[in-house]
């Protein structure tokens, strides 16, 4: 059974950064497609990132191109959202995903294991 701990999250200002952390365990993840997905209060969970298995393909939501950056640490068996130019809009609990095996695609409703999340605030 593969397990999935977010970490990183907190309270930062507008312009600031952070970088989550997804750290697995059970199961290598080079062979998942992970993908990083945030729900803030009242709205849909929205897919914000996804980095396809054994490979370096990935994928942005349109409004953190440019700002986020997802990577992998296959010694760390991690795989990271690296954040910058914060906005108060990325206010969310930030939740990473496993797809898999050999997934190359992170699909909102078709993940297979889920982490419980870490929150991001960002002050305005």
């Known amino acids: 059974q593969l397990q999935l701990v977010e970490s990183g999250g907190g309270l930062v200002q507008s312009g600031g950064s952070l970088r989550l952390s997804c750290a697995a365990s059970?199961?290598?993840?080079?062979?998942?497609?992970i993908g990083w997905f945030r729900q803030a209060p009242g709205k849909e969970r929205e897919g914000v990132s996804c980095?396809?298995?054994?490979?370096?393909?990935?994928n942005y939501l349109d409004s953190v191109k440019g700002r986020f950056t997802i990577s992998r640490d296959n010694a760390k068996n991690t795989v990271y959202l690296q954040m910058n130019g914060l906005k108060p809009e990325d206010t969310a609990v930030y939740y990473c995903?496993?797809?898999?095996?050999?997934?190359?695609?992170?699909?909102?409703?078709?993940?297979?294991?889920w982490g419980r999340g870490t929150l991001v605030t960002v002050s305005s």
């Open positions: 995903a496993a797809r898999g095996l050999y997934a190359s695609t992170c699909p909102n409703s078709g993940m297979d294991y």
């Open positions: 059970g199961y290598t993840l080079d062979y998942f497609a």
């Open positions: 980095i396809a298995s054994s490979s370096s393909s990935t």
